[in-house]
């Protein structure tokens, strides 16, 4: 089955230094798919037009947009009204954060945490500053690299609105318990919002399970192209005070879209749900999905154990996070002693093996880790990676650790 998901991704047949890539960047973002990419070039070629006018082109547009609203439907468990599309998450979570800051004020408060990407940070720190309201923050064991749950509980009361959580850590791939989390803002009354960017190339969302009010995620973290998609609770997404253009829709989902959106990229956000939909089998498009999704939890946790292990035999080498008894995603986060991050990823470069480093936007859980100078160094496995590739990761490590 690996190679035949490999036979699709032509980035895959690039070299470096005389070696074929070995990509552990897709925490930052996953390679394409030929199927993506065909996707969006037919509509580009063949059906490029603006929505909701009489004639062929822009009826095809209506309904290649509605088939990926039905796909990303299908990938978070939602209906079709609740799936939105923006550029990216990040601003995804903006435009929403200042549509519930219209009706807060003094004394509202929400809760953030240490652990998330400042994706889900900063829209609510501008609230603060735009709206008066109160920021309060969970508190994360650096030395576990998961949530304390018991600062969680304290952060709750009566006058807060919104929790703000992460469902997968993009730093550390730690997993939190979101359903959990969310059972606990819900009993004080507030809004539950998830930011899922890192935890849907690697877990099957459902947000029915999750019971959140909102969820945010990325297309181009599981094999898409740079566009973002936001689920909103229907009765919720009915109500919210959007800014938008008076002649706008103003039904659900569109009422969240501003502008004209991208087509193309919302056409290849749901052929990259048919991708992953593909390495499953099923009677329903749901079912298929959650096949693939156990067959890709099964490759990821045996690489990353391979990973963990490896690295951990090598002196000199920290790994952060969660090991791979606990609830994670397939996500190395290590330093190595006497080498900022950077330079062990140039190192691991002219091995042909693609690291990233730094802090990815979690700059605060970096901070806590005594890290904000030299970064961390991340390496993700994906679909197509494979045991030789993280073997030639472990020896390009130990290689410079050992100098």
Avoid at 222 to 251: C, I, N, S, T, W
Avoid at 256 to 272: D, R, S
Wanted: net charge neutral; proline share 5%; hydrophobic share 40%.
């Amino acid at each position: 089955m690996l190679d035949a998901i490999r036979a699709q991704f032509p980035a895959l047949r690039r070299t470096h230094a005389g070696r074929p890539v070995a990509y552990f960047d897709g925490p930052g973002g996953t390679q394409v798919p030929q199927r993506v990419v065909d996707a969006m070039a037919d509509y580009l070629l063949h059906h490029n037009a603006n929505t909701h006018w009489a004639y062929p082109t822009s009826n095809e547009t209506d309904a290649l947009l509605l088939a990926a609203r039905e796909a990303v439907a299908d990938l978070l468990h939602a209906s079709v009204r609740e799936v939105t599309f923006h550029n990216n998450m990040s601003t995804g979570t903006f435009h929403v954060a200042r549509a519930l800051g219209r009706g807060w004020g003094p004394g509202d408060e929400v809760v953030i945490t240490e652990l998330d990407h400042h994706a889900n940070v900063a829209p609510w720190r501008a609230l603060e500053r735009e709206r008066g309201i109160t920021i309060r923050t969970v508190r994360v064991d650096a030395a576990r690299g998961e949530l304390e749950f018991d600062s969680l509980r304290a952060a709750l009361g009566p006058r807060t609105r919104l929790l703000a959580i992460g469902a997968g850590s993009n730093a550390l791939g730690t997993i939190t318990d979101v359903a959990e989390a969310g059972r606990l803002a819900h009993a004080v009354g507030a809004l539950v919002y998830v930011d899922a960017v890192h935890y849907a190339p690697h877990a099957l969302v459902d947000v029915r399970a999750m019971d959140c009010d909102l969820l945010g995620c990325s297309a181009y973290k599981f094999y898409g192209p740079h566009a973002g998609v936001l689920y909103v609770r229907q009765a919720l997404l009915e109500r919210l005070d959007v800014p938008k253009l008076d002649p706008a829709p103003d039904e659900a989902p569109e009422r969240l879209e501003t502008g004209t959106q991208n087509h193309e990229g919302i056409v290849g956000t749901g052929a990259a749900v048919e991708f992953l939909a593909s390495l499953g089998t099923g009677a329903t498009r749901r079912a298929r999905l959650v096949d693939a999704y156990a067959r890709l939890h099964a490759h990821g946790h045996a690489l990353f154990r391979q990973g963990w292990d490896g690295l951990r035999a090598i002196p000199g080498v920290t790994l952060y996070g969660p090991g791979p008894d606990r609830p994670r995603t397939p996500t190395l986060a290590f330093t190595v002693r006497g080498h900022d991050a950077d330079a062990v990823t140039r190192h691991l470069v002219t091995r042909g093996v693609f690291t990233s480093h730094g802090d990815f936007y979690a700059q605060t859980i970096v901070e806590r880790l005594g890290l904000a100078a030299a970064g961390l160094v991340r390496a993700g496995a994906a679909c197509y990676t494979t045991a030789e590739e993280m073997d030639r990761l472990v020896a390009g490590v130990r290689e410079l650790a050992g100098r």
